[in-house]
């Protein structure tokens, strides 16, 4: 039943979209549906519509090189990740997946300054600091990498005081962290 939904939904957004191709909206979404569906050429496709017609939006660049990573096309996602940084220098996720994917492509102490100048200008980026710390404990730098969680959890408990019905921060970030570091 809920493969027939998302399927009808499908076909709603690219009718939509055939009639109005050039609306950032159905673009937008339609791509977001065709990354749901493992569809990652029509998802590219249809993302970097979205930028054609909103060259100025980071979310749009940060869509489009999420799914260029999908497809293993790292330098593209890598420049998507960078011109949505550009537009928009606090948008944690894309300073996070420009850090993974530089990761990705052997460039781990590139990855490292990334994450410090991002961390340093991100007030609660304490996702930031999980990331670096994988990263560090990869190059075997085990000692910077649990100082970074550690951080990265004390972060995220001070923003949960702040908002304590926040279930993503106590469960699948500071409930994760804590896990994983045993």
């Known amino acids: 039943e ?12 690219r009718d939509a979209q055939h009639v109005y191709p050039g609306d950032y909206w159905l673009n ?7 990354r749901k569906q493992r569809d990652y050429e029509g998802a590219v496709r249809f993302n970097t519509a979205a930028v054609s017609i909103r060259p100025y939006s980071a979310v749009a660049h940060y869509n489009l090189g999420v799914c260029l990573r999908d497809q293993k096309k790292l330098d593209d996602a890598i420049a998507a990740f960078r011109k949505a940084i550009e537009l928009q220098p606090d948008l944690a ?18 990855a490292v300054v990334v994450l410090l100048k991002a961390i340093e200008r991100l007030p609660n980026g304490y996702t930031l600091q999980y990331v670096l710390g994988r990263i560090q404990r990869d190059q075997g730098k085990l000692d910077e990498a649990n100082a970074a969680v550690a951080k990265g959890i004390e972060r995220a408990r001070k923003e949960a005081e702040l908002d304590p019905k926040h279930a993503a921060i106590h469960y699948s970030w500071i409930g994760t962290a804590l896990y994983q570091e045993g």
Do not use: M
């Open 2 to 13: 809920d493969a027939e939904l998302a399927d009808y939904a499908l076909r709603i957004l």
């Open 93 to 110: 996720d894309a300073h996070q997946h420009l850090a993974t994917g530089l990761q990705q492509q052997g460039k781990a102490d590139e």
């Open 28 to 34: 937008y979404n339609l791509a977001n549906a065709l």
